[in-house]
C-alpha cells in the first residue's frame, strides 16, 4: 500500500503510523454531554466503502493526514494535511 | 576545570568497499527554523542576509557554504553557518543532534535501496532532493548532493546502528559483484 | 539419458553433486532435476500422505513430486524443487518423506492402508477415545505431518531486500514478457524485466520454431542482447515475483546464491519490493495433468516438461515414450523425441476427430487407464473403444492441455473468468489496477498470440508515460488451439489430481459426497490445493472433478481464492535485515563507553542501552553493587546519564497555551527559570506520561518525557497541534539527541555541581539557569528523581562524555560515584516516584493520586473522561506503598488475609518493588481497591508464578523524606 503524502509525496506504507476514524477531529466542547464525549471517543461506524481516517508521516514530516479511502476496493482517493483541513 | 573534549559519534570513521565509500562527515552548526503562523514575511527577510530562502518541499539549496534543508511544513534546517536571529520562527540549535553519513560512488544508489523504501533513481531524485523518509527501521534525512553522492541524517544515538546497516548492505553487494554469474 | 547435440547447458562445464549420498555429474545450466534425468535417476521422492514412489514431474516453479532437501554447511534446506534447484560443483542433496532408503521407504505402508486414509480420514478416525488425543494421536501426527526436515541450527545464511522502482515491471521472458520489454525499453520507459529462470526465453528455450526468419533461440539471444544495452532495462533473473499488492506494489524473490557455493556475505536470497504503475503479467500458463489410474508413477510426466528436458537441457527421460495428449501442440513432443533419434512407442489421443498421421503408431479416441512399475514405469494400459492395449514405456508425456498462470491477478481478490473454449480459467481485465496479463496468461496461446498481446500492451503503457515508438511484429507461429477437455480418465482405481497432497479423484468425489460441494470447503476436507505447489498442478482439474460429482458447471463452482506468494517464500527473506542488529536501531549514550570501562553491565531501556548498575572489586551480585549505590547517593552523591528523557523544545507566545492543553496543570503561569511537574492524559482520561517542564523564557519551554514514552508524546503533541490549534503561535521540535544530560544527587550534590560551574548558582528547588561548563554553554535544572538534593547537568551531547568522564572522577574524591539503572530505580520506588510500571496505560489521575493536578479553571486533553463515572472513587484500584519482611514481587496480587485467593477476591496489584537499604525492608508500589482509605492495614501479597506469599503493609507511596525536606535543602 502506498500513500500519497500532499508534502513528501508517494511513500510506502511503513513510513505510515495508523490511528482510527476521522472522528477524532470533532472534539466536543468541554462541558458537552458525556454521551457527545462517548460517542467522540468510543463508537465508530465501520463501512464497506468510503471511509475517512488519520494517519500520520511518522518516518517523513510528522504531519497528521486525512485519508479518504474505499475499504472494499482498496482506492484511495485523498489525501490531505489535517493542519491545513478544509472542513 | 579544564576544557571539555567534543567527540563525534562515529569519530570521523570512513570505509570504501567496492564502488561505494560510507563516512561521518561533519556539516558544521545545525539550526531548525520553524516558521510560526503568519511569520514567513520576517523569515524570508531574515534569511535573505544569508542569499537563501525557505526551501520547497523535499528539496534544499546552497549559497557560500551555507544550506537550507527542506524539513516538513514551514520548516528547515539551516546548516554550515552560526545560527542566525530570525524574527517570526522558533529557532533551535539541532548541531548535536545529528550525525551525517556520506554515501558515495556509483553504487551509492544500489547500497541505499537496500534499505531505503523510495525511489532514489537520478531521473526521479535528482541532486538538491532532500526527503525526510526511513532507513531499515530509523528516520532519516537523505540528502542528493550529486550524482553518486548522498548525505544522510539520522539521530546521533542511532550512528552505529545506521553505519552497520549501510555497511552490510555495501558487504553483500560487494559479494554480489565477486562472484561471475 | 543426455542426448548428444542436443540442449543449451554447456558441455564444456562439467559439475559435479551429490544426491541421497551418491556421486554424480552434470553440466552448468542443468537444474537437480535435468541432471537426474540424465543420470537416469527416475525415482527422487515419496509421496506426502501414501509414501508412493514418485520422480519428476514437470521442469519448472510448479513441481510437485521432486521436492529434496538441499544440505549446506550451516543449514538444511527442505521442499527444495529439483526443477528449480540449479547444480553447482559441490551441491549435497538427499530426498525426503522416508523412513528408511528412497526405496525400501517404510511408510510406504501407508499405501496400503489407503482405504482407511481417504479424504477426511483423520477427522473421523482421530475422534474417540478422548483420553488418546495428546498422549497417542498427537504424537503419530505430528510425526507423519509436514514435509522434509530442517537442521535444528539457526540459519546463519545471509539473506537481502530491496526495494526498486520502474515504470513498466515485465513478468516472465518468454515471447510476450521480451517483445513487451523491447517495446517499452525501445521506448526509454524503465523497464525491470523479471524471469524466474536463470536464462531469458520462457518456452521459445524448449519449443523449437522460426520467430522473424530466425530460429527462436538466435531471436531470443538478439532480444536479450539489445535489452542488456538499453540503460533503461534492468534484467533480473532467477527471480519470481511472488504477489502483486496495493498500488502498484510487486513482491519478488530473487535466488542469489542459491545455484552456487556458499560465500561470506553473499546472500541466499533477495526479496524485492517492486514498485510499478505499470506492469505486464507475462507469466505463460502451466500445462496440466490428466487423473488416471496409477497416473503418479515415475516416468510420468507432462508432456511439456518432457521437451523441455530434451531441448532445453539435452535429457531424454525416457528411452521408449509414450505421449497421451488432447492438443495438437502436444504432438511436437513426439517429433522432437523421434528426430533425437528416441522411440515414441505410441501417441494416445483422446480426442476422436484428431488427426492419425504420425510417424509412430497413433490410437485416436484413446485414453490411458492404467500403468506399472513399482518404482518406475514400465508399461500402460491403453483403453481404445472396448479394447485394453499393452504398451510397454518408460516414460508418458502427458498433457490435458493448459491452464493460463493468471494468480497474480486474483491477488487482490479478482476472479478469474472460465473461457469455455479453452477450457481454462483467464484473467478478469483490471482485477489488479496497472496489470495487464499478456501472451498464453491470458489466454493467447499461438507465438504470434504472445508475441502481439505483449507488444500491445507495452504500447498502451509507453503511451500512457508520454512515449512513442515503433517496433516491427516478427512472424511467428499461429497455430488454432484445439482441446477437448479432458479432467480425469473413467476407472475405479486411485487416479491422483493433486500428487502433492496425494488427493485423488475419489476424495473429491467423496467430499462433494459428505456435503463438502464449495470449492473452498472440499479444498480443506481433502485437501487438495494446499501442498507447496498450492494446486498449481491440480485446482482446475480438481473443480471439474466436483463440478462434474455436483452436477454443476465448472463456473459456477468457481475456483478458490489464489493468494500470494506464487511460489514458496522463505521467512529468512521476507525478513531479511531484521535479525540481530536489525532487529531494531540500537540507541547509545555518549556515556556507554565509560560505562562499559566501568564493566557495568548494558541493560535495553526502550531501543537505548543503559547501565545497569557499577560492579566494584569484591562485589559478587547486582544486589551488592545495587545497594552500595543507593547508599552512596544517600550519604554522599551519585551521577547518573538520565539523556535518555525525551526532551522538547517548545517557541512561541502560544507556548505556555499549549501546554496548559496537553497538561492537567498551569504551565502558562510558570515563572521564567522555573521548573514544574506536569501530568499528562489521553483523550480517554488516562494518563498518558509524566515529566517536568522547564520555562526558559517568556515564550520558550522545554517539556521533558519519559525514556519510554518519548516518541509517543511527540506524536500526541503533533496531533493535538495541528488536530486542534494549528493556527497558534507554537512550534516545537525534540531535542532529546542535541543534549547529554546527567543526574548528581545527593547531600554532597550541590558541592559537585559548583565545582564544574565557571559561576557557582544558587538554584532554588526546580529551579533552572544557563551555566558555563569548562567553556561550553549548559544548563542546570534542580530537579530530583531519587528524594535527596538534585541536579541535572545539561551540556552539547558532543561533550557528554567528556562531561561524565570528569564528573565520576570528581565525584569519586568526594565518597561518590556513578549509579545505575537498579539504584535509580530502588531510589524513586523509596521516594514514592512513579514510572511507566505505575501509570501502563489503564490509570487515571485520580488512582495515582494526582487528581487535584486536573486544573478545574482550564479545558485540557482527557479532562472531559477523566471526571466521568466510573474513573474516579473508592471502587478504583489506588496507588498505595507497600512495606514487607521478605521478599515480594511485580505482578503479584493483594488479597485480604485469611480470605480465599481467587479472582473474585482480588483486591488489586503490585507493580513496582524493591529491597530498601535506606528502610530496611522490601517496598513496593501498587494498586489496591480504595487504597488510600487503607493505609496502614495488612494485605496479603501472593504471586503463584514465583511460590510467594507474604503480608503486607500498606503505606503511603512516599518511604523516604515525605515531607520533602532533602529536596528543598
Not at chain 3, 514544574?676 to 526558559?696: F, I
Request: charge should be neutral.
Amino acid at each position: 500500500m502506498r500513500l500519497t503524502c500532499p508534502l513528501c509525496g508517494e511513500r510506502d506504507r511503513r513510513e505510515f503510523y495508523y490511528y482510527g476514524a476521522e472522528d477524532f477531529l470533532r472534539r466536543p466542547e468541554a462541558e458537552a454531554p458525556l454521551a457527545d464525549w462517548d460517542n467522540y471517543l468510543h463508537l465508530r461506524d465501520n463501512p464497506a466503502g468510503v471511509t475517512r481516517d488519520l494517519w500520520y508521516h511518522e518516518a517523513g514530516c510528522s504531519q497528521w493526514l486525512l485519508v479518504t479511502r474505499n475499504t472494499v476496493t482498496h482506492e484511495i482517493s485523498g489525501v490531505e494535511l489535517v493542519a491545513e483541513r478544509k472542513a | 576545570m579544564p576544557e571539555l573534549i567534543a567527540k563525534s559519534a562515529l569519530e570521523g570513521q570512513t570505509v570504501t568497499l567496492g564502488t561505494v565509500t560510507l563516512a561521518e562527515v561533519d556539516v558544521g552548526p545545525i539550526t531548525s527554523i520553524a516558521v510560526f503562523p503568519g511569520g514567513a514575511k520576517a523569515v524570508a527577510k531574515g534569511l535573505k542576509v544569508l542569499g537563501l530562502a525557505m526551501p520547497e518541499p523535499n528539496g534544499f539549496a546552497e549559497k557560500k557554504g551555507a544550506r537550507i534543508v527542506w524539513m516538513g511544513r514551514d520548516q528547515a534546517f539551516l546548516t554550515g553557518v552560526a545560527a542566525l536571529a530570525l524574527e517570526g520562527a522558533a529557532v533551535t540549535d539541532q548541531s548535536d543532534g545529528w550525525t551525517v553519513l556520506a554515501v558515495t560512488g556509483t553504487g551509492a544508489v544500489d547500497a541505499l535501496a537496500r534499505l531505503v523504501p523510495l525511489d532514489l533513481r537520478l531521473l526521479v531524485f535528482p541532486v538538491g532532493r532532500a526527503v525526510r523518509t526511513q532507513a531499515n527501521h530509523m528516520n532519516v534525512v537523505i540528502l542528493r548532493s550529486g550524482d553518486y553522492a548522498f548525505e544522510i541524517m539520522v539521530f546521533r544515538s542511532m550512528a552505529r546502528t545506521a553505519w552497520h546497516e549501510i555497511d552490510t548492505a555495501m558487504q553483500m553487494l560487494a559479494a554480489r559483484a565477486g562472484t561471475k554469474f | 539419458m543426455r542426448i548428444d547435440g542436443k540442449g543449451l547447458v554447456d558441455r564444456t562445464k562439467p559439475v559435479r553433486f551429490r544426491f541421497d549420498g551418491k556421486d554424480y555429474a552434470g553440466y552448468k545450466g542443468d537444474t537437480l532435476a535435468s541432471a537426474l534425468l540424465a543420470n537416469d535417476v527416475r525415482l527422487v521422492g515419496r509421496s506426502f500422505k501414501y509414501h508412493r514412489p514418485r520422480g519428476v514431474l514437470t521442469a519448472g516453479s510448479e513441481e510437485p513430486n521432486a521436492l529434496v532437501e538441499v544440505i549446506g554447511a550451516s543449514n538444511q534446506t527442505p521442499n527444495v524443487r529439483a526443477t528449480v534447484q540449479e547444480v553447482f560443483e559441490g551441491l549435497v542433496t538427499q530426498s525426503q518423506n522416508r523412513l528408511g532408503s528412497l526405496k525400501y521407504d517404510l511408510l510406504a505402508v501407508n499405501d496400503y492402508l489407503a482405504p482407511f486414509l481417504s479424504a477426511g480420514f483423520y477427522y473421523k478416525t482421530f475422534m474417540w477415545p478422548r483420553a488418546f488425543w495428546e498422549g497417542l494421536y498427537e504424537p503419530i501426527i505430528r510425526r507423519a505431518a509436514g514435509l522434509g526436515s530442517l537442521s535444528g541450527r539457526h540459519d546463519e545464511g545471509t539473506y537481502e531486500k530491496a526495494f526498486a522502482f520502474c515504470d513498466v515491471l515485465v513478468i516472465g521472458s518468454g515471447p510476450a514478457g521480451l517483445m513487451a520489454a523491447l517495446t517499452a525499453g525501445r521506448a526509454g520507459a524503465d523497464v525491470i524485466l523479471c524471469e524466474e529462470s536463470h536464462a531469458l526465453g520462457g518456452r521459445l528455450l524448449s519449443d523449437p520454431q522460426t520467430i522473424g526468419g530466425m530460429a527462436a533461440g538466435d531471436w531470443v539471444a538478439q532480444v536479450v542482447a539489445e535489452l542488456n544495452a538499453l540503460p533503461n532495462v534492468r534484467i533480473m533473473t532467477r527471480t519470481t515475483v511472488t504477489g502483486a499488492y496495493d498500488n502498484g506494489t510487486y513482491g519478488a524473490l530473487e535466488r542469489v546464491g542459491l545455484h552456487k557455493p556458499a560465500r561470506p556475505n553473499l546472500p541466499r536470497e533477495c526479496f524485492w519490493r517492486i514498485v510499478a504503475p505499470h506492469a505486464v503479467l507475462a507469466s505463460g500458463a502451466l500445462e496440466r495433468p490428466v487423473a488416471f489410474e496409477n497416473n503418479d508413477r515415475p516416468g510420468i510426466m507432462m508432456a511439456s516438461a518432457v521437451r523441455t528436458y530434451l531441448n532445453r537441457y539435452g535429457v531424454s527421460p525416457g528411452k521408449r515414450v509414450t505421449l497421451f495428449a488432447n492438443t495438437d501442440a502436444a504432438r511436437a513432443t513426439a517429433r522432437d523425441l523421434m528426430a533425437a533419434g528416441i522411440t515414441v512407442a505410441a501417441i494416445i489421443d483422446p480426442r476422436p476427430d484428431a488427426s492419425a498421421v504420425g510417424d509412430c503408431p497413433v490410437h485416436v479416441g484413446a485414453e490411458v487407464v492404467g500403468s506399472r512399475g513399482r518404482l518406475g514405469l514400465s508399461g500402460i494400459q491403453v483403453r481404445k473403444g472396448s479394447e485394453i492395449i499393452e504398451i510397454e514405456t518408460d516414460c508418458l508425456a502427458m498433457s490435458g492441455g493448459w491452464n493460463p498462470t493468471i494468480h497474480l491477478t486474483c491477488h487482490m481478490n479478482g476472479r478469474p473468468r472460465w473461457d469455455e473454449e479453452l477450457a481454462a480459467f483467464v484473467p478478469m481485465e483490471g482485477a489488479v489496477p496497472g496489470l495487464v496479463a499478456v501472451g498464453a496468461a491470458n489466454g493467447s496461446m499461438s507465438t504470434h498470440g504472445a508475441l502481439a498481446t505483449g507488444q500491445a500492451a507495452a504500447l498502451k503503457m509507453v503511451e500512457a508515460l508520454g512515449r512513442k515508438v515503433s517496433v516491427p511484429l516478427p512472424e511467428a507461429e499461429d497455430a488454432p488451439y484445439r482441446l477437448k477437455a479432458l479432467w480425469a480418465v473413467e476407472g475405479t482405481g486411485r487416479a491422483w489430481l493433486d500428487f502433492a497432497n496425494d488427493v485423488t479423484t475419489k476424495d473429491v468425489k467423496l467430499a462433494a459426497q459428505e456435503g463438502y460441494a464449495s470449492v473452498e470447503h472440499m479444498k480443506r476436507y481433502t485437501t487438495q490445493g494446499m501442498a507447496p505447489d498450492q494446486g498449481k498442478n491440480s485446482n482446475v482439474a480438481a473443480l471439474a472433478v466436483l463440478a462434474d460429482a455436483t452436477g454443476r458447471g465448472i463456473p459456477e463452482t468457481g475456483t478458490t481464492t489464489f493468494r500470494p506468494p506464487y511460489v514458496p517464500v522463505s521467512i529468512a527473506a521476507l525478513g531479511a535485515g531484521g535479525r540481530a542488529e536489525g532487529f531494531a536501531p540500537q540507541r547509545f549514550l555518549t556515556s556507554d563507553q565509560a560505562s562499559r570501562d566501568r564493566h557495568a553491565p548494558m541493560i535495553e531501556a526502550g531501543l537505548w542501552y543503559r547501565p545497569s548498575y557499577f560492579p566494584k572489586p569484591g562485589e559478587t551480585t547486582w544486589r551488592e553493587a545495587c545497594d552500595r549505590e543507593v547508599n552512596m547517593v544517600r550519604q554522599a552523591v551519585g551521577v547518573a546519564d538520565v539523556s535518555t528523557l525525551g526532551k522538547i523544545d517548545i517557541q512561541g507566545k502560544d507556548a505556555g497555551r499549549f501546554l496548559d492543553f496537553v497538561y492537567t496543570n498551569t504551565f502558562s503561569t510558570l515563572p521564567v527559570g522555573r521548573v514544574r511537574y506536569g501530568l499528562m492524559l489521553r483523550e480517554d482520561g488516562l494518563v498518558l506520561d509524566d515529566g517536568t517542564s522547564a520555562r526558559l523564557g517568556e515564550d520558550h519551554y522545554l517539556m521533558t518525557t519519559t525514556t519510554a514514552a518519548a516518541g509517543l508524546v511527540m506524536r500526541h503533541l503533533d496531533f493535538v497541534h495541528q488536530a486542534f490549534c494549528a493556527d497558534w503561535q507554537v512550534r516545537f521540535i525534540s531535542v532529546t539527541e542535541s543534549w547529554a544530560q546527567f543526574a548528581v544527587a545527593g547531600p554532597k550534590a550541590r558541592a559537585l555541581v559548583n565545582s564544574f560551574l565557571e559561576t557557582p548558582v544558587d538554584l532554588p528547588f526546580m529551579g533552572v539557569a544557563p551555566v558555563r561548563i569548562g567553556g561550553v554553554d549548559g544548563r542546570l535544572f534542580r530537579i530530583s528523581f531519587s528524594g535527596e538534593e538534585g541536579y541535572e547537568l545539561a551540556v552539547p551531547t558532543r561533550y557528554g562524555e567528556a562531561l561524565f568522564r570528569d564528573l565520576l572522577a570528581r565525584a569519586e574524591t568526594m565518597g561518590g560515584g556513578p549509579y545505575g539503572m537498579e539504584a535509580l530505580n530502588v531510589l524513586r520506588i523509596e521516594k514514592g516516584f512513579i514510572t511507566h510500571a505505575e501509570i501502563h496505560g489503564r490509570v487515571t489521575a485520580y488512582d495515582i493520586g494526582m487528581e487535584k493536578m486536573v486544573s478545574a479553571k482550564k479545558d485540557c486533553i482527557g479532562k472531559a473522561a477523566a471526571t466521568r463515572p466510573g474513573m474516579w472513587g473508592p471502587e478504583r484500584e489506588q496507588l498505595v506503598g507497600l512495606k514487607a519482611q521478605a521478599p515480594i514481587s511485580a505482578g503479584a496480587h493483594l488479597f485480604v488475609p485469611g480470605q480465599e485467593v481467587h479472582r473474585e477476591t482480588d483486591q488489586g496489584y503490585v507493580t513496582s518493588v524493591c529491597w530498601s537499604p535506606t528502610v530496611g525492608a522490601w517496598l513496593g508500589l501498587g494498586f489496591l481497591k480504595d487504597g488510600r482509605a487503607r493505609i496502614g492495614e495488612k494485605i496479603r501479597l501472593v504471586d503463584h508464578l514465583r511460590g510467594l506469599d507474604v503480608i503486607c503493609e500498606v503505606t503511603g507511596p512516599v518511604f523516604h523524606d515525605p515531607e520533602g525536606e532533602k529536596l528543598r535543602a
